[in-house]
């Protein structure tokens, strides 16, 4: 049979993953296929009747009561077909759905108004089942259903991809087109050489039912800031996250932000602390943004508790804030040599806030004072009393002419 090579190319569910699906959930949960009660049968002893999926020993496929699997629509893998699969953001998933008559080929028997549709979730949420059922107006039972389950560490809701739906058989390998109303309760019409509804018994009448979803992610709201430095007189560029400044330059401060999320965010606030040794310019701010893309003076309000409200930005638009400020003259500065001067910028957004830095660095001379020279204090004279000696004598402290200076004075202090 024709399909049988065609099935070969597919995995056979067996052991505990067929188990599984067989028992089926606890606690009143829906089964993973049903009804669980139906008739089975095997290879060697097809259905006497018009059933759908109720052989369970398909060689090239498994337990048949399982016929609804997913998998990553990038694989190309046949054993990459699983019951329960993680999804991840950007990426695509196929769901199959196997469709086999199981009647005896010898009694000729014919489905009629054979139909899948698919109960696709419009929930949001970190666990979405996919159920999907099979129906013909003359088969026993009448419905069979069986599903697939997507989890995520992350709430989530599904999109069916537009057109993606397909009935593929062995008459028609690229498939034919299936309309949305596989999403409906009646769901599509399936065939063999036709899409009439009527499908033979045997496994080369079988088919797959196939689409794609899409998992969609509630956005997570988040942004970018800086803060950065540069010299008054730079009007273009120059822009670093730290500059070294002289005593009484003016500098110019930037915070940049972005909104690189998918959320609009709201009363977006800037904020700035600046350092002692840096004092605000009154009326230098200046904001940038979509309105005023060439920048607008604002309020002084950044340097406040309060801070700058920027206003609104939708998902990709930017702005940015600059000020200027003085750094103190030489003797303002409170530390002889080096000074780092850090300043914090601080954007807040309903989501949160964000904080980044930029440095002054400047240099204080200090003056060491000179250490006074202690003066040489006079010669001491020592008199002696006179002894009517022809010469007086005395003791001169001091040589030269400082002794015979003072010599001279007392002899003529003696008269």
Known sequence: MKLLKSLRAHPIITGVAAIIASVGIFSGVIFAWGPTDRATFTV????????FDSITNNPNYG?????????DAASTSPTDWR????VQPGKEYMVRIYVHNNAASNLNLIATNTRASVNLPTTTAKSLQINSFISADNANPQKIWDQVTLTSDQAFNLAYVPGSAKYTNNLYPQGLALGNDLFTSPGALLGYTKLDGKIPGCFQYSGYVTFKVTPQFASTPSFTMSKEVRKHSDTTGGWAKSYAAQPGDTVDYLIQYKNDSQVTMNNVVVKDNLPAGVTYIPGSTVLANGNYPTGKTVSDNIVTANGLNIGTYA????????????????????VCG???????????????????????????????????TTPTPPA???VYPHTGAL???????????LGYAAYAYIMSRRG
Do not use: H, M
């Not at 337990?63 to 998998?71: A, Q, T």
């Open 83 to 86: 019951d329960t699969l993680t």
């Open 338 to 372: 080096n000074n780092s001067l850090t300043n914090s910028a601080t954007v807040e957004t309903d989501y949160g806030q964000k904080s980044d830095t930029a440095v002054v660095t400047v240099a204080k001379t200090c003056t060491t004072p000179t250490t006074p």
């Open 391 to 401: 010469l007086d004598i005395a003791s001169v402290t001091g040589a030269g002419a």
């Open 63 to 71: 337990d048949e009561r399982n016929f609804s699997l997913v998998k």
């Open 44 to 51: 060697e002893k097809p259905a006497p009747y018009v059933t």
């Open 380 to 382: 001491t004279v020592t």
């Open 315 to 334: 998902p990709g638009l930017t702005a940015w804030v600059r000020y200027s400020a003085k750094v103190a003259a030489n003797d303002s500065l409170t």
